[in-house]
């Protein structure tokens, strides 16, 4: 294999280690990573789940490495959270905002954390850097990043949310962690967003780890605005206990190539993974939704729901997999995926998939394209409407479906904010 691309990213490591380094007690989950990823190799399009989706252009840049500078942050209108900052990467202590923490829950650089007995046995145990090239380069860099912790019986009233500015004058590649642990019976929400400088050109290589105790609940929100200049790769991975519950929300608005990898391992009984997403895109970007949910115990229920928008010569992606195992009966597993295509150049590829090897589930999957149903815009023009504001009040009302499924009410209306400025 040619690993000219790849050895450029092991140089880069090389100096990273030399100026600055891992954290000792990371260092060797560091090694052994930078090492698969050399191996492995970025992902070609032979690659079944990279079929639709050519990273190249992307990794074929050349990036910096940034160092963490002075900054300012604007936040999200209408939320009031915990406020986590971190700037390229490294936690900004003076932006955060984490006073009124709750007993019982700790938000945390990872670099000051790092030898702790809980990281040291969880950290890199659920995001496979075996097999995902990205996770692998992200694992490598390993330096800082948040790290949530929630004791059992605690629940937050309001949501955690971590910024990640990214701010540089040349092309860069920022790779942000999060790992997040919820103990038995807790409870939270958490919103991950990132902020751009104006006209950054950059490759946002994102990792995060969610453990969800013994009925624990997490729901996590992604919200994802980017530019022609950005683009992203998000690694989820999540291990659950019995009778707990995870919801992801996905709210990707533009970008160049943007890539999310979700993975859902309900590795006990009761399990409820819901996995929502919406996306929209213009121009000729290009967004990709890779989902593995899998079901290694009984009685537990997954459903996906992702809805897309694609306008000029965008292309959107929705690769879904539900995997139940043999001893996995009682099952009820989901998956629907359905896109509007506002142009004949704009293009959807959706491919979801059930893998089932238990006989007493209910499993089904559904995925539908096409444009906007010229009856409803007949109807709503005969009733007075324009064509234009017809078209904004149906795919508003299309989108509006999966941004009402989000259990952190305080974002709706920004949501469909954004929804408006990505239709105009």
Known sequence: MDHRVEDRFLAAYERFQSLN???????????????????KGFPKRKNESWKYTNITPVINRTYQIVDPVDATVKGLDGLDAHQAVFVNGRFAPALSKLDSLPKGVMVESLCDVSDNDLIQSHLGSYANYEDEPF????????????????????KLDQPVHIINRIISGEPAIVQPRIFIYADNRSSLQVVHSKEYTDSISALTNSVIEIYVGQEGQV???????????????????????????????VFTFGGEIVRNNLSIHADAEHCES????????????????????????????????????????????????????????????????????????A????????????????????????????????????????????????LTSFAGDIIEKSPVKALHEMLYNEVERMLR
Request: hydrophobic letters at 35%.
């Open 21 to 39: 380094g891992t954290a000792t007690p990371l260092l060797s989950l560091s090694q052994n990573a930078i090492e698969r990823f050399v191996k």
């Open 135 to 154: 996770t692998a380069l992200n694992t490598a860099f390993l330096k800082d990043g948040a790290v949530i912790q929630v004791s059992s019986d605690t």
């Open 219 to 249: 729901d996590f929100l992604d919200l994802q605005i980017g530019t022609p200049q950005t683009s992203q790769v998000t690694n989820l991975s999540v291990y659950q206990q019995s009778d707990s519950k995870f919801q992801s929300d």
């Open 347 to 394: 293009r959807m590829f959706s491919k979801p998939a059930l893998e089932i090897y238990a006989d007493d589930v209910k499993c089904s999957h559904g995925a539908t394209t096409g444009q906007l149903d010229k009856d409803g815009l007949f109807y709503l023009r005969s009733r007075g409407i324009s064509e234009e504001n017809a078209r904004q009040l149906m």
């Open 274 to 345: 819901i996995l929502n997403g919406l996306f929209m895109a213009r121009d000729r970007t290009h967004i990709d939704n890779n989902t593995f949910v899998d079901h290694a115990k009984p009685n537990c229920f997954s459903s996906e729901y992702y809805k897309g928008i694609l306008d000029d010569h965008a292309v959107g992606v929705f690769h879904g997999q539900v995997l139940v195992r043999e001893d996995a009966q009682l099952i009820n597993a989901y998956q629907t995926n359905r896109s509007v295509l506002l142009t004949d150049t």
